[in-house]
């Protein structure tokens, strides 16, 4: 206890103790710091060369960062136990929502508190797994076929409210995260092979349920040459632009497509694909390797983990941030559809960021928490 | 560890947890390098190929936003048309000294300091070659003082834009509706290709209900642009196609009538034309002025209409539910000559109330001492309750809420606006579903003179009243004539009126009735007969906004207006040959007779006059 009191104390940078007292894991913290960098970079050629946009960008930034730190704080104990109550007031929320949607008859994510309007759907995305987690804990793993399909079950709630929101995107990330739960929890195989399965069988049926422009969207991935004054407008201009950038790309403020509002959605959604076209290859490939270092040490803090809640929560917020550039960017070079994910940590506009640093703010809490500390 | 199923195995745990970690890690890998793989085949192998695509992504297509249909009345008088309007707008990068220019602008146009602040937050937002408005909806004289001094002013320009105007205000405010900026949720429901040019929707009414017909088919253009994608030139064209013209079945003279008509009252006036199904009046009071709409109403004025007592922005017509009263007792009556439970001169004696046996409960009529012996045309003719309040319970509620369905109660009469509502047409089912109580017997009496659960809308008696004029022919309203497009024009309401399979001598035994009711010696709206050359049925009614106790008197003098008795009436004429059938309702107008009767016969006068050879000699 004392010598590692003294070797905090002695740590040559002031700064970085300054972070572990803060709770901050820094190897995270710095992996994380890269990537919002060079957001401001990509978001300032994006964006149209624009200040303001930078300012509001790293003002969230900033909230969303002092949200890490409080949450890092908490005793994942207390998380813990607040796991159920913190789904029921996300599940109530939705339900809300969906009232005063069908008030307002149209799409509704959004709840207006008056001083704020927020989506309870965003929140859902750290509920659920945590949910799930708390759950599972509190059983023998792996999981028993009961067990999976009071888990499932738990979290089908919320994933058909936002589902029927429409926000597919955000389902199918809270839908992941309660998922990878289950398979950290040790899901049998032979499951999940039958689950895959029966999800092909059922493709049909969600078809019938999916919305027009859902569908658009679906057929327009299949055959975006279809509609390209339409619909597949989007993919179309987006795989221009990131070919065009070739291996070098055109470098920085280059990109002709997001400047001559060819590409749509260029500082949001598709901002990867500004990116490609003016960093190339070699900076999609970076930026890759850039997220993949921040996911090992995500990984890398919950195979430290020792408490079984811990641990499933820890492994599922590091495979739900994958999942979230892995959507974005196959969505935006044209693998997957287009579901409305912004690419981590990059994308312009507040509300995704948050509930990620707050996600990292809870990994750093289970890190932090779990081991011996300086006070 | 003990748990509730079974036993936790730390060991177990952590080592399938490791073994999905490094699974999980695998996945990931793998998923990476096939995003790699596709970016490798992208920027490598398709480069070249994507590069051309790029320099020659030169075309832009720019929207060309079609011009909405106008909508007119039936005598082809304009209700919502389209207006120019001009605005100053600048070419930043043109300008030299942009706030000089501000200054000198603001000098000569009188332009508020926010307008230029908002000029200049857009202004950066825009790219310095983009038209960026600084001064909306210019007066002729302001275009007038700058077009005088415009040589000076490079880069600074008026354009003309087309807006939607309400010429007549808030007479139709309720029927032509109003078209207001797109929202975000209707922005998705909209096909996008056509509105990609567009930025104002029909919201409510006429403007609401046929957006589609009105909008029209945007066009394009293919323009080239240069690397800085500044326009260079146009490379084809694809014209729009404005919206189809929309010629109502109302008439501006009639709504006049009604709504002048209603001035001292809130309340509704419909007229339907009989033969046809089309509505000649839609009339809610207070309306209110559509115009500020267009162009974005400010959140005070909305406040100012939404809070108001008078609740301007609803629609009583289409959406005001009434007990509909006495006006109910023509259908009423109908109902139990074709049940075959009395017939039309069959007595009955009124004491002036009506007791069921063993009770002591007093249902009373209008008339405190009651209209002694009456018949079923009398009982209509002077509108007597305890002669209904005893149909009705020889009736029994399940019959009459059969017979009244068939008219159109509790249900939508299928009028072409958004936004109609149900009414309410009580029955055993409803009640137990509803209010999870079972009926009373004193319901169904209340039920009989139109008061209790019952509602009706105003579109609806009307509707009702165009029925039995038509000997029993349902007719669904319409508000729209003919849409008229480019190449086609399409007539609505073309329809075979439905059969309700009446007894004819028991439809003109009731219309009769309501004859007397306007021209019989003691008839209930005696004063409609003067001075007219025809014959119009009616019946008044009064819909109770609170019920009076037992043995209290209602006086309507000492009461507060807000507390005072709906006036209704509905009418059909001439009875010789029916054309019209109107339903008016005052809001707090204590008596049919005197105060909804009378707007009744002036809207029929003045259609009968509009019409050719209308005059009907008695």
């Known amino acids: 206890m004392k010598d590692n009191r003294a070797e905090a104390f002695d740590s040559p940078s002031l700064l970085g103790n300054l972070l572990r007292r803060l709770h901050v894991d820094i190897p995270l913290f710095l992996g994380l710091l890269m990537i919002g960098g060079l957001s401001f970079v990509i978001l300032y050629s994006a964006g149209g060369q624009e200040m303001q946009v930078l300012i509001r960008h790293a003002s969230r930034m900033g909230f969303a960062i002092a949200l890490m730190i409080l949450l890092a704080h908490i005793n994942p104990k207390q998380l813990q136990t607040l796991s159920p109550l913190f789904f029921a007031g996300c599940v109530l929320l939705l339900i809300a929502v969906a009232v005063m949607g069908q008030i307002g008859k149209g799409a509704q994510r959004w709840l207006d508190l008056g001083v704020f309007r927020f989506q309870p759907s965003e929140f859902t995305k750290l509920s659920a797994p945590m949910m799930v987690a708390w759950y599972l804990a509190e059983q023998s793993l792996p999981p028993k076929a009961k067990h999976v399909g009071i888990a499932g079950a738990l979290l089908l709630v919320p994933v058909l409210l936002i589902a029927k929101q429409p926000d597919l995107g955000t389902a199918i990330l809270v839908a992941s995260s309660g998922a990878a739960v289950l398979f950290f929890a040790g899901l049998s195989w032979w499951f999940m092979a039958g689950c895959g399965v029966i999800g092909v069988a059922l493709l049909p049926v969600l078809w019938h349920f999916m919305h027009d422009y859902q569908k658009k969207r679906v057929l327009t991935f299949i055959n975006p040459e279809a509609d390209p004054m339409g619909a597949g407008y989007h993919i179309i201009q987006s795989k221009i632009a990131i070919g065009s950038g070739g291996i070098n790309g055109r470098g920085w403020l280059g990109s002709s497509q997001a400047e001559l509002d060819f590409l749509p959605e260029s500082s949001t959604d598709f901002i990867f694909a500004v990116f490609a076209e003016e960093f190339g290859l070699f900076g999609c490939v970076s930026l890759l390797v850039l997220y993949l270092l921040v996911i090992m040490r995500c990984f890398y803090i919950a195979v430290q983990a020792h408490d079984t809640f811990n641990r499933l929560l820890a492994g599922s917020l590091s495979f739900t941030f994958f999942v979230y550039v892995f959507v974005n960017i196959g969505m935006v070079i044209g693998v997957l559809p287009v579901v409305g994910v912004p690419l981590p940590l990059v994308s312009y506009g507040g509300t995704s960021m948050v509930t990620l640093m707050a996600g990292f703010g809870i990994l750093m809490s289970i890190h932090t928490h779990g081991k011996k500390h300086p006070v | ?618």
């Open chain 2, 1 to 618: 560890m003990d748990t509730r199923f079974g036993y936790k195995d730390p060991l177990l745990e952590g080592r399938i947890f490791l073994s999905r970690v490094v699974a999980a890690f695998v996945l990931i890998i793998v998923l990476m390098l096939g995003l790699v793989v596709r970016l490798i085949y992208l920027q490598i192998v398709g480069h070249e190929h994507y590069a051309t695509l790029s320099k020659d992504n030169r075309i832009k297509i720019a929207p060309l936003p079609p011009t909405r249909g106008i909508i007119y009345d039936r005598q082809g008088r304009m209700l919502a048309q389209n207006l120019p309007t001009y605005t100053l707008e600048l070419i930043p990068e043109r300008i030299e000294q942009i706030d000089q220019t501000l200054k000198d602008l603001q000098q000569l146009l009188n332009i508020s300091d926010e307008k230029i602040e908002l000029f200049n937050k857009q202004r950066k937002r825009n790219k310095a070659f983009t038209p960026t408005p600084l001064l909306q909806n210019l007066t002729e004289d302001e275009v007038a003082k700058f077009s005088v001094v415009r040589p000076y002013f490079p880069g600074v320009d008026v354009y003309v834009r087309l807006e939607r105007r309400y010429p007549y205000g808030e007479l139709a405010s309720h029927v032509v509706g109003y078209v207001a900026r797109i929202s975000e949720q209707e922005l998705k429901a909209l096909p996008a290709d056509e509105y990609r040019g567009t930025d104002h929707v029909g919201k409510i009414g006429i403007e609401k209900t046929y957006e589609a017909e009105l909008h029209g088919t945007a066009g394009y253009e293919e323009i080239e642009t240069n690397a800085q994608a500044r326009a260079i030139h146009t490379v084809s064209t694809t014209d729009p196609i404005a919206g189809a013209n929309i010629y109502l079945t109302l008439d501006v003279d009639l709504q006049k009538v009604a709504y002048e008509g209603l001035r001292d009252y809130n309340g509704a006036a419909v007229a339907i034309d009989i033969k046809t199904g089309g509505v000649l009046v839609f009339a809610s009071r207070p309306g209110f002025d559509p115009n500020p709409f267009v162009s974005g109403i400010s959140a005070k004025e909305y406040k100012a209409l939404q809070d108001s007592d008078d609740q301007p922005l609803y629609n009583r017509a289409l959406r005001g539910q009434y007990p509909p009263g006495s006006t109910a007792k023509p259908f009423l009556g109908l109902a139990a000559l074709e049940y075959g439970v009395t017939d039309f001169n069959h007595p009955l004696f009124c004491p002036g109330y009506y007791r069921l046996p063993n009770s002591e409960h007093k249902y009373r009529d209008w008339k405190k001492w009651g209209h002694g012996s009456v018949n079923m045309n009398e009982a209509i003719m002077q509108s007597c309750d305890v002669y209904f309040y005893d149909l009705a319970m020889a009736m029994g509620i399940d019959k009459m809420h059969d017979f009244m369905d068939k008219f159109g109660f509790g249900r939508k009469t299928g009028i072409d606006l958004v936004g109609e509502v149900d009414g309410l047409l009580p029955s055993r089912e409803w009640k137990k579903r509803f209010r999870k109580h079972a009926w009373f017997p004193g319901e169904t009496i209340i039920t009989g003179i139109g008061q209790g659960y019952m509602q009706a809308t105003p579109v609806q008696l009307a509707k009702a009243t165009a029925t039995l004029a038509n000997n029993g022919r349902e007719i669904t309203p319409h508000l729209v004539e003919k849409v008229v497009g480019k190449d086609s024009t399409d007539y609505i309401g073309d329809q075979e009126p439905k059969s309700l399979g009446l007894n004819k001598q028991n439809v003109e035994n009731i219309i009769t009735a309501m004859t007397n009711v306007v021209h019989g010696p003691r008839g209930t709206a005696g004063s409609l007969a003067k001075g007219i050359h025809y014959h119009i049925a009616g019946k008044t009614g009064t819909a109770q906004v609170f019920s009076v106790k037992q043995e209290e008197k209602y006086n309507e003098d000492a009461i507060d207006f807000k507390m005072r008795d709906h006036a209704l009436f509905v009418a059909l004429a001439p009875v010789e040959d029916p054309q019209i059938a109107v339903a008016v309702i005052a809001e707090h107008g204590g008596h049919g007779g005197t105060v909804a009767a009378p707007i009744a016969g002036d809207i029929i006068e003045a259609y009968l006059k509009s019409q050719k050879g209308g005059h009907h000699e008695r």
